[in-house]
């Protein structure tokens, strides 16, 4: 069976008088809602340091954009707080911003991996996710330098799946405590409907992951969950040196160390 590549499109145009809107316009907006996948929740403060723009500029499309549904306002983290007055809002992509992300293939390849498992069984959709992201994996770790340190790694990543239409970002988190890690963040999933039927894409991609990597990966959070981004976290701890060469890591996926004791993958035993 071939394989159903799924493609990333922009962000849908927004009317302006008379039903048209500027090619600078349309190009801005298009870097704003990026921008909102990517590092969402965001402030317009932010998102406007992070393009280069004015507030004003990057404001006028957030608000243009959160009344056409493309995106949503979320309440600020309180912890992320400081001093006085009511902190800025923040905004994440709707579920309808990602549709217009997402491809139009998607009502196609639900179908096909349904008469997929009607045909020849759960087992078959697994198979196939595996092999689909299997591809994926090498070409992302074509960009991953299995000797650099576990941090470069991911940063690699994220890079790298940024290239393929992720959203994708990294940050360190933890620092100092035994939770020390990375968190690799991906604020678009171009198979994201698809997912929502069929999870198995989800853990496919998460093992892909391990393998590029070199090391277990937690996912917390997912996109075909309900989430406003995937979230996937990757413990320093575990990382006992520099990962396997591509190929150990395709050959041989039995070479990943053990969870530390104690701590279980968030997404095992829930649909992700």
């Known amino acids: 069976m071939d394989v159903v590549e799924l493609v990333r499109v922009t962000s849908p145009r927004p009317a302006g008088p008379g039903g048209e809107q500027s090619a600078a316009d349309l190009r ?14 965001v ?5 406007a340091d992070e393009l280069g723009l004015t507030v004003a500029a990057v404001r006028r499309h957030l608000d243009a954009m959160v009344a056409e549904g493309v995106l949503e306002l ?22 309808a911003g990602h549709d217009a992300m997402a491809s139009g293939y998607d009502e196609l390849a639900v179908a096909a991996l349904a008469h997929l498992a009607e045909v020849q069984g759960a087992g078959a959709v697994a198979g196939f996710a595996e092999r689909r992201f299997a591809a994926l994996g090498e070409r992302l770790a074509a960009a991953v330098d299995p000797a650099a340190p576990a941090p470069e790694r991911v940063q690699a990543l994220a890079a790298a799946l940024a290239a ?24 678009h999933c171009p198979v994201r409907r698809v997912a929502e039927a069929f999870p198995e894409l989800c853990e496919a991609e998460r093992r892909a992951f391990e393998r590029v990597l070199g090391t277990r990966v937690q996912r917390l959070a997912t996109l075909a969950h309900g989430d406003h981004v995937c979230t996937t976290f990757v413990p320093h701890e575990q990382d006992g ?3 396997p060469s591509p190929a150990a890591r395709t050959e041989n996926p039995n070479h990943l160390a053990a969870p530390a004791a104690g701590i279980r993958t968030p997404t095992e035993g829930r649909r992700p």
């Open 241 to 243: 040196g520099p990962a």
């Open 74 to 95: 979320r309440e600020p983290n309180p912890a992320r707080r400081r001093g006085r007055g009511r902190p800025a809002r923040e905004f994440v992509v709707s579920t």
């Open 164 to 187: 393929q239409g992720y959203s994708a970002s990294a940050r360190p988190v933890g620092r100092g405590t035994a939770a020390e890690g990375m968190q690799l963040c991906q604020g």
């Open 28 to 41: 801005t907006r298009t870097r704003v809602h990026a921008a909102v996948a990517e590092l969402g929740p």
């Open 43 to 47: 402030s317009a403060a932010r998102t």
